[in-house]
């Protein structure tokens, strides 16, 4: 007795029967029977995907499959969803004459129908490996007939050797002839086992097509939506599929490119799109947002704030860290006059791209169909190419860094939907760096960091004999004097912000005094000093700043 898959006891036909197991057969048959009457076999399908609109965190897809559907109630498997996704998202289109009852997703389903033998493709490699199978068959079974052939010449050698009737002449004639017969059939065997090998391959080719041909044309996934309908007329039915998954997102970043400060920026706006869905997106329409579907949507409520005692976090600043191609903060910053260049004009792939400003995000719709791998690599998605214009200056502060960079000031930017992200840097056809594009801020005017520009030379260096300690009774007094010099290696006329500070008292024992700003224009509030110089080719200019400090001599300032 044996079990087949449905775990139903069959009787192997072979074996000697008596009333008893003809009742278990009969027994066994109609159970068989009825289970197949009551079993509904699960139609598959696989889905393809069509569309992908990628959040910052997160994806929705949208899939479509066609089924052939009898009248009543059915269970479709499909196949070729993502693997992770959120069931509570899951959407099915379907005609009128289709009720979907209920969708369930799962990674783990298993069924005996997983193969649909009435393919034509899938049933011409079956007939292929079975008509292999029993060509095998035969050779094996030649090859076990020669096997037995050689053990019975062998048997008879050995009653050979023991007649001691047989003369010599004779006894000579039956060696050559087992000599010459078993070498033929060693050979003859040797064939026989590497026909049967290369048989094998050829069947294990076939097994390994026939499961190429039961995957789908994306590439495989474990996720499978489970979805029982009513159908109400026969025949082909087309599905929609839409839902969200967490395996994917996308990060804005630029390219910005700039051939000199008489030229417009080129930006290019490009995206990195990452998705390990388990599906791979073939010619796909590609949406990218700068929403986030994963957002709690539930306003929020202020609750009652209660003060407790504690230890508040220590921040310490280091004047001495080395500064970013970032600007943090230019509000103090005033327009100094310099040539603006050309409007934008939108060329290449900006064709391609619309923009669509909503309420609450901006998104991308892309006409050009995208391949995007299952791979969790960064896929590169241009998106617009813009010419910006912009005026340029550059802007130095000596006393953090001995480099002056090169701003570009971009105004009314916000019609160009900028999003936050890192834009590498290539000026006069050389890539500078990377720098950093914010456009959430509360300025007018969006400064962007060209990077560094090493042919203009800045030193700043402590002047000794204007400088130095004094001790008046009870107090300290302490002057320092800097000079800034500044010269301009490059071939055309440069403008400059020039920044540096003198410090500002927190005590009312200690007092600070400015001696010498050199024309600067000084913020009293924050302490900054701010020279608005043009500098012709080669020339060199010198500015000097000087202040004094008067605390009690019995305290010490850490960080003067």
């Known amino acids: 007795m044996i079990k087949s898959k449905n ?3 069959v009787i192997d036909y072979f074996a000697p029967r008596n009333d008893k197991h003809m009742k278990k057969l009969i027994l066994s048959i109609t159970l068989l029977v009825t289970a197949i009457s009551f079993a509904q076999k699960p139609i598959f399908t696989s889905a393809k995907t069509k569309a992908a609109t990628v959040y910052f965190s997160g994806a929705e897809l949208t899939q479509s499959t066609s089924v052939n559907l009898p009248v009543g109630t059915s269970e479709i498997v499909i196949k070729n969803v993502a693997d992770y996704l959120n069931e509570s998202t899951v959407q099915i289109g379907a005609p009128n004459n289709l009720t979907v009852m209920s969708v369930q997703f799962t990674q783990n389903y298993i069924s005996e129908f997983e193969i649909d033998e009435n393919n034509p493709s899938i049933k011409r490699v079956r007939d292929s ?9 035969k050779i094996y079974n030649d090859r076990i007939s020669h096997s037995k052939t050689i053990e019975l010449l062998d048997k008879n050698q050995q009653v050979a050797g023991q007649n001691s009737g047989l003369s010599v002449a004779e006894l000579m004639k039956l060696v050559d002839y087992y000599n010459s017969k078993r070498t033929q059939l060693n050979n003859t065997m040797n ?9 094998q391959k050829k069947i294990d080719f076939l097994n390994k097509k026939l499961e190429i041909n039961t995957e789908k044309e994306e590439k495989a996934s474990k ?12 025949g082909n039915v087309n599905l929609d599929i839409s839902y969200i998954t967490n395996a994917a997102s996308w990060q804005p970043f630029y390219d910005l490119r700039a051939e000199n400060i008489n030229t417009p920026i080129n930006l290019m706006y490009k995206a990195k799109v990452t998705q390990s869905t388990g599906i791979d997106w073939k010619k796909v329409k590609l949406t990218l947002s700068s929403g986030n579907p994963n957002q709690n949507n539930v306003a929020p409520l202020l609750q009652a704030w209660f003060l407790r005692y504690g230890y508040p976090a220590n921040y310490k600043v280091y004047n001495n860290a080395p500064a970013s191609n970032v600007i943090q ?3 103090d910053v005033e327009a100094l006059g310099y040539r603006s260049v ?4 939108q060329i290449g792939i900006s064709n391609y791209t619309e923009i669509v400003e909503g309420q609450l995000n901006v998104s991308f719709d892309i006409d050009i169909p995208y391949d995007i791998l299952s791979n969790g690599k960064a896929h590169s998605v241009a998106l617009k190419d813009l010419k910006l214009p912009a005026t340029y200056k550059y802007y130095a502060v000596p006393k953090v860094e001995k480099e002056a960079f090169l701003l570009a000031e971009l105004k009314d930017y916000s019609k160009y939907n900028l999003l936050p992200g890192e834009a590498n840097i290539i000026f006069e056809g050389m890539y500078v760096g990377k720098t950093v594009i914010n456009p959430n801020q509360t300025q007018d005017t969006l400064n962007l960091s060209m990077g560094r520009d090493k042919k203009i030379s800045i030193k700043r260096e402590k002047v000794v004999d204007k400088s130095g300690t004094k001790f008046l009774s009870s107090y300290k007094e302490q002057t320092f004097t800097y000079d800034i010099i500044v010269r301009n290696n490059k071939k055309e006329e440069i403008n400059m912000l020039l920044k540096d500070q003198y410090p500002l008292s927190t005590d009312k024992e200690m007092t600070v005094e400015l001696l010498d700003k050199d024309g600067a224009k000084a913020n009293e509030e924050t302490g900054v000093l701010t020279w608005e110089i043009k500098l012709k080719p080669n020339e060199t200019k010198k500015y000097r700043i000087s202040y004094k400090v008067k605390y009690p001599k019995d305290k010490v300032i850490g960080n003067l």
């Open 129 to 137: 490996i079975q008509f292999l199978q029993k060509e095998k068959l």
């Open 342 to 345: 050309t409007k934008k004009e």
């Open 191 to 199: 064939l026989l086992s590497d026909k049967e090998a290369d048989m």
């Open 7 to 9: 775990n139903l006891e």
């Open 329 to 331: 903060s230019m509000e």
């Open 223 to 234: 996720g499978k939506l489970i979805l029982q309908v009513m159908n109400e007329i026969a």
